[in-house]
């Protein structure tokens, strides 16, 4: 397995999935941290919204943006939650 | 009363005294509901209806860790928390929480720390519907993303 060939299962939700259209892709990257990758997604079609304003859950937990990412992970990102 | 993970999501409608039944316990002497209600209006717009949207894996572990902490914290016998999912209209319950304890001061302030949690840690998102046909995905402004 070399970096190049690792794949992300990323889900979008709420603003993230409108601005896809779509709920989720698998992604093929070389990013070692949550926040290259979110660069090189954001590069390819921009997102809209900076990282500042975006939290990163992996594997369904929260993480900062440095964690390193791996084969197999699954990445949501996270706008400010408006439940209640 | 032996609960199991008390949290959950619900596209159809909240019924309450479905609900309410859920928490008899003969050892509590206080219940103490809270219901987050659809209002038509939010910071000066006229709303006509709203979706919410969760990210059901995380939501549903989010949810059940800020139950079991509400649980241990004010020594509760029980407590539920159901949130809606989808499409919901003016006066829809979009939250409903409830608590049960021995006396009342745990059972009123669990169920403000359920809410306040919820609100803070659980991923759901709320897109409004507007009078003039505009729709926004809003948050609290209290929010702060690090």
Same mark, same amino acid.
């Given at each position: ?19 896809? &259209?779509? $709920? ?21 079609? $921009? ?13 369904? &937990?929260?993480? $900062? ?14 706008? $400010?939650?408006?439940?209640? | 009363?032996?609960? *199991? ?12 005294? !479905? !609900?309410?039944?859920?928490? !008899? +316990? ?27 949207? @969760?990210?059901? %894996?995380?939501?549903? =572990?989010?949810? @059940? ?9 004010? %020594? ?35 169920? =403000?720390?359920?809410? %306040? ?5 659980? *991923? ?7 009078? +003039? ?10 929010? %702060?993303? *690090?």
């Amino acid at each position: 397995m070399t970096a190049a060939s690792k794949r992300i299962r990323v889900e979008y939700y709420a603003q993230f999935r409108e601005m896809r &259209k779509s $709920p989720g892709e698998d992604v093929a990257t070389s990013a070692a941290t949550a926040i290259e990758f979110y660069r090189e997604l954001d590069a390819r079609h $921009p997102f809209g919204v900076t990282a500042a304003q975006v939290r990163i859950a992996l594997n369904g &937990k929260l993480v $900062p943006w440095e964690t390193a990412i791996t084969d197999g992970d699954t990445v949501v990102f996270l706008t $400010p939650f408006g439940g209640g | 009363m032996n609960q *199991p993970s008390a949290f959950q999501l619900s596209p159809e409608p909240i019924d309450t005294s !479905l !609900l309410s039944r859920g928490l !008899l +316990d003969a050892a509590a002497g206080a219940f103490v509901s809270f219901e987050g209600r659809v209002r038509n209006n939010n910071e000066g717009r006229q709303v006509l209806s709203l979706e919410y949207e @969760a990210y059901v %894996d995380m939501a549903m =572990r989010e949810g @059940a860790t800020v139950i079991e902490e509400a649980t241990r914290r004010f %020594d509760l016998i029980g407590a539920l928390c159901v949130h809606r999912t989808g499409l919901l209209s003016i006066g829809d319950i979009a939250v409903w929480i409830g608590a049960i304890s021995g006396h009342r001061e745990e059972a009123f302030a669990a169920c =403000r720390f359920i809410i %306040d949690e919820v609100k803070l840690r659980v *991923p759901i998102w709320k897109k409004e519907h507007y009078v +003039d046909g505009s729709t926004d995905w809003v948050a609290p402004p209290s929010v %702060d993303t *690090p």
